[in-house]
């Protein structure tokens, strides 16, 4: 089955693309389901949206300004008639690459650069994200005990930029490693302090709790810089990031279920249901808000936070994402 056939959202973008003939980045994180996270499945959808001949831009000012500059540069001895005929419209493969050359200019050095930030910044959301988890702070502390107790190893941890890497080099960085993560430690216990005292303070306090409170919000940004700090590997970022993701997942199912179970109830109390039937949905939905309450705990984190945080993992790797396509397709077209 096809992410059209699939999905209203998917069939709503190409509309709007196939009427616009394109879609802004902004459109698309808007309107892409929830459920399309998987690189495989944004393939898919850029390659529909490709053979739709609909193109992703940032602004509609800059899809303006490209257009202008393809016709500028277009030679005046020979125009080329890419309109579609009615007999044409869709089954001349020539006429089709034509017109889908023409709405998509080559890559230049500047655009080269541009789209090396906009994924540099989509995985700069994502880390930022992730390492202002209380579960992160836990985590990267473990790997200060394992590396310590031989259990792993600095390079299954961190890149080495040095082509040669020697044992000097190695037991050097494991030590530095160990310092890093015993000032992450610290700086997560000084972090759960601070919230225990800012839990203390009334709130009709409004000068002592915004001085802690911003305090507070310090600390917080402290450790996330230095968590940030630690060149880990890729598998090691991916599997921190994977953490999260399974976490605030599970938070989002319990809350589906939760939700169905409670219009249920809404329904079969108008409708007089039986009495052990209300029990048991009853009970449910007392599970569900323990698990809820279990996965909150769990993340350290209330969940409207838990939420924020996996939109921002999913905006961010889409950011990269898109990037990454539109640079491999912008170098296809160049090889081409």
């Known amino acids: ?12 973008l190409v509309q709007i693309g196939k009427e616009k003939g394109y879609l802004l980045y902004e459109e698309v994180n808007e309107l892409l389901p929830a459920d399309i996270t998987s690189s495989d499945e944004l393939d898919e959808l850029f390659t529909t949206l490709g053979n739709a001949s609909i193109e992703v831009v940032d602004s509609e000012q800059k899809y303006r300004d490209d257009k202008l500059q393809d016709r500028r540069s277009e030679g005046s ?13 869709t089954n001349d493969p020539v006429r089709m690459y034509l017109r ?25 959301s994502v880390i930022k994200a992730v390492s202002r988890m209380p579960l992160i702070s836990r985590a990267v502390v473990r790997f200060g005990e394992q590396l310590k107790a031989g259990e792993r ?13 020697t044992d000097d080099k190695i037991k050097r960085r494991a030590r530095a490693m160990l310092v890093q993560i015993e000032r992450i430690r610290k700086t997560h216990l ?15 306090e409004k000068v002592r709790y915004r001085r802690n409170y911003r305090n507070l919000l310090r600390a917080k940004v402290n450790l ?32 589906r279920d939760l939700e169905k179970v409670e219009r249920q109830l809404k329904i079969k109390t ?38 924020k945080t996996h939109h921002t993992i999913f905006r961010g790797e889409m950011q990269a994402e898109l990037a990454k396509k539109e640079l491999v397709e912008a170098n296809l077209r160049l090889v081409v």
């Open 1 to 12: 089955m096809s992410l059209e056939e699939k999905y209203d959202e998917v069939r709503q």
């Open 77 to 89: 001895d020979i125009e080329l008639d890419l309109t579609p005929s009615a007999i044409d419209k």
């Open 100 to 124: 889908e050359m023409g709405t998509v200019p080559l890559l230049t050095r500047e655009g080269e650069v541009e789209i090396a930030k906009r994924i540099e910044r989509g995985k700069l």
């Open 153 to 165: 190893t600095i390079r299954e941890l961190v890149t080495f930029q040095d082509d040669e890497v």
């Open 190 to 204: 000084d972090v759960i302090r601070r919230e225990k005292k800012v839990g203390t303070i009334p709130k009709r």
């Open 224 to 255: 996330s810089k230095l968590i940030r700090s630690i060149d880990f590997t890729e598998p090691v970022k991916r599997r921190l990031i994977d953490q999260v993701k399974e976490g605030a997942e599970a938070v989002q199912t319990s809350q």
């Open 270 to 307: 108008r409708r007089r249901i039986k009495e052990e039937d209300k029990q048991r949905l009853a009970r449910l939905q007392r599970e569900l808000r323990t698990q809820l309450r279990d996965h909150a705990k769990e993340l350290e984190q209330p969940i409207p936070a838990i939420e």
